[in-house]
């Protein structure tokens, strides 16, 4: 029998070719060409201000929180219904975590909750594109301004996916992106920082390079370098920048298999979802996904783990999502739960994700949504 896996990671046939291209340049270490042109990519696409490459997405919200100067006592607001790298990033700066439920039809944190969890040890509110589908940034940006707060978006999932014309992770203070192998375009580990404000240019591009100004020194501006802020080390090496040039270079060509794979799932499914039997994810007016992943809704955990069982009988894999944070020891420990858990631990309990790749085929489609009819007939 043939296994549907739930993910392939990307390969598009030129990855060797650039390594091979980076080998030859001997220039290893971070911001060489490939660094620059994956900036480049991303930053024209995306009509960014700035982009960096960093090693993976937890690193992208570590210099977040370290640029937004969060520290011991602020709080902090998002899902609970994210990555622990998400909550991470902030408690490693010694901050609270104030989680606040998400609206079920989108999974991502609902927009209308987040005034009565700001208090005046608010800092930032950090709200997280699930399965990059926006959440509803003008009502975050608007409550963002009032109260004076960062926005920093969590866009692991979402590049190339847009809120009303405007890329998502260019809309907040900064923007977080991944390029782990899960994510539609990858490296195997990476991420990217999308500098939304002119003013944190600089302060990143020293915050990057351990603390230091060497950029500035490499471009020729100064004689030495020196150190002059705290920092880490977030730069990914060229070699695996070279082969994130090559997804990157074909992200056009990955997005509309992607997306052909999520509409052909959504119109076989729906017959499904009219009946009551399962629910299906909502896209908001006005936003275009990047189909990053593709899932259903069963009636609760009990018919998931079913259902996920039967699929796996028929060599199809599938896989659930997120814990939701508060339930764990460290989310008890460093975070409160605004408001009610109405939404985010229920339907985080009923969510499957369907495979979804970059070269998925219209019959592999098939094949799962005509498994999962047999399972609800
Ligand atoms: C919502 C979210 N935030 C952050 C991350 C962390 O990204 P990375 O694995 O590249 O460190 C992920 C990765 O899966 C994610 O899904």
């Known amino acids: 029998m043939n296994i549907i896996p739930l993910n392939k990671p990307c390969i598009t046939g030129n990855e060797l070719q650039y390594i091979q291209e980076a080998i030859q340049l001997k220039k290893f270490s971070g911001d060489g060409v490939f660094t620059l042109r994956c900036q480049q990519i991303i930053e024209q696409s995306l009509q960014a201000q700035k982009i960096f490459l960093t090693p993976s997405g937890t690193d992208s ?80 940006m608007n409550l963002a301004t009032r109260y004076s707060l960062f ?69 020729g501006d100064v004689d030495k370098y020196t150190w002059e802020d705290i920092g880490s080390s977030f730069l990914p090496s060229e070699l695996q920048a070279s082969f994130l040039f090559a997804n990157l270079e074909a992200a056009k060509g990955i997005d509309i298999i992607r997306l052909q794979a999520w509409n052909l799932y959504y119109n076989e499914l729906k017959p499904l979802k009219d009946e009551g039997k399962i629910d299906l994810p909502r896209q908001p007016v006005g936003c275009q996904h990047n189909a990053h992943i593709f899932y259903l809704k069963t009636e609760n955990l009990d018919q998931r783990t079913q259902l996920s069982q039967y699929l796996k009988n028929q060599g199809i894999e599938t896989a659930f999502h997120y814990i939701p944070l508060h339930s764990s020891k460290m989310g008890q420990l460093h975070a409160r739960f605004d408001g009610e858990d109405k939404h985010t631990t229920q339907e985080s309990e009923k969510l499957l994700r369907l495979p979804l790749y970059y070269d998925i085929q219209d019959h592999e489609v098939e094949r799962v949504a005509q498994a999962i009819k047999r399972f609800y007939a």
Not at 108 to 123: F, P
Not at 164 to 189: M, P, Q, R, V, W
């Open 151 to 219: 926005v920093i978006e969590d866009a692991a999932q979402a590049l190339f996916s847009f809120y009303k014309g405007k890329a998502l992770g260019t809309i907040g203070d900064l923007g977080c992106f991944s390029f782990h192998e899960t994510k539609n375009y990858s490296c195997g580990e990476g991420g990217a920082i999308s500098i939304n404000k002119k003013e944190y240019i600089s302060r990143a591009e020293i915050i990057r390079e351990k603390g230091t100004n060497k950029s500035r020194f490499i471009r």
């Open 61 to 140: 919200l570590e210099m977040a929180a370290l640029l937004a100067n969060i520290s011991s006592g602020d709080e902090v607001i998002m899902p609970s219904y994210t990555f622990v790298s998400t909550a991470n990033a902030f408690l490693l700066r010694g901050a609270s975590i104030v989680f606040v439920d998400i609206h079920p039809s989108t999974m991502n944190i609902d927009e209308n909750l987040i005034e009565k969890a700001i208090t005046d040890k608010t800092k930032a509110i950090v709200p997280v594109h699930y399965a990059g589908i926006a959440c509803e940034m003008d009502t975050i």
